[in-house]
T-cell receptor
Framework: DAGVTQSPTHLIKTRGQQVTLRCSPKSGHDTVSWYQQALGQGPQFIFQYYEEEERQRGNFPDRFSGHQFPNYSSELNVNALLLGDSALYLC????????????FGPGTRLTVT | LAKTTQPISMDSYEGQEVNITCSHNNIATNDYITWYQQFPSQGPRFIIQGYKTKVTNEVASLFIPADRKSSTLSLPRVSLSDTAVYYCLVGVRRNTGKLIFGQGTTLQVKP
């Protein structure tokens, strides 16, 4: 049973560019949440997707957007990249929106230069 | 949401029992206490959750006193592979599953 997978593993982008990160949830899960983790800090909630809709959003600007597909996989898009967007982006999946037990992927390390 | 306070770091030796305490003075009546573990270069992993008294699973025990203003995660006989960051979360938002992480406690297990 595959767990949560994310791609790519690492990514280097230039300021002002756009990036798309991808996530496949654990088998049987229907909810995907995205988190940003800066170096030395705990993960910060970006948003959550369920039934192909954004259900909850954290304190992140509109430059951060997402999508969930019918097969429950998800994408995170970040436009107009800033140096401060450099971080580890984590995807977590669960069954149902209210689950406290979420399964995290290994993350995508984004570096903005 | 209740604010949590944990030690920034802890050191231990292999074979010892490690107790990490989390303070959450403003915990609400319906808040649960949840702990996650994060190894280097990996995403966090759910360890344990409790509401009151004691909860035990194959990984850890969670002790919660009657006033629920603090909680203690207990790891029995740690090994080098238990070196990780441990996060205490309180007040996981119901109906949203939004997890609020603090800075966590970095546990370093030495040989």
């Amino acid at each position: 049973d595959a767990g949560v997978t994310q791609s790519p593993t690492h990514l280097i982008k230039t300021r002002g560019q756009q990036v798309t990160l991808r996530c496949s949830p654990k088998s049987g899960h229907d909810t995907v949440s995205w988190y940003q983790q800066a170096l030395g800090q705990g993960p910060q909630f970006i948003f959550q997707y369920y039934e192909e809709e954004e259900r909850q959003r954290g304190n992140f600007p509109d430059r951060f957007s997402g999508h969930q597909f019918p097969n429950y996989s998800s994408e995170l898009n970040v436009n107009a990249l800033l140096l401060g967007d450099s971080a580890l982006y984590l995807c977590a999946s669960s069954y149902g929106v209210a689950s406290y037990e979420q399964y995290f992927g290994p993350g995508t390390r984004l570096t903005v230069t | 949401l209740a604010k949590t306070t944990q030690p920034i770091s802890m050191d231990s030796y292999e074979g010892q029992e490690v107790n990490i305490t989390c303070s959450h003075n403003n915990i609400a009546t319906n808040d649960y206490i949840t702990w996650y573990q994060q190894f280097p270069s990996q995403g966090p992993r759910f360890i344990i959750q409790g509401y009151k008294t004691k909860v035990t699973n194959e990984v850890a025990s969670l002790f919660i006193p009657a006033d629920r203003k603090s909680s203690t995660l207990s790891l029995p006989r740690v090994s080098l592979s238990d070196t990780a960051v441990y996060y205490c979360l309180v007040g996981v938002r119901r109906n949203t599953g939004k997890l609020i992480f603090g800075q966590g406690t970095t546990l370093q297990v030495k040989p």
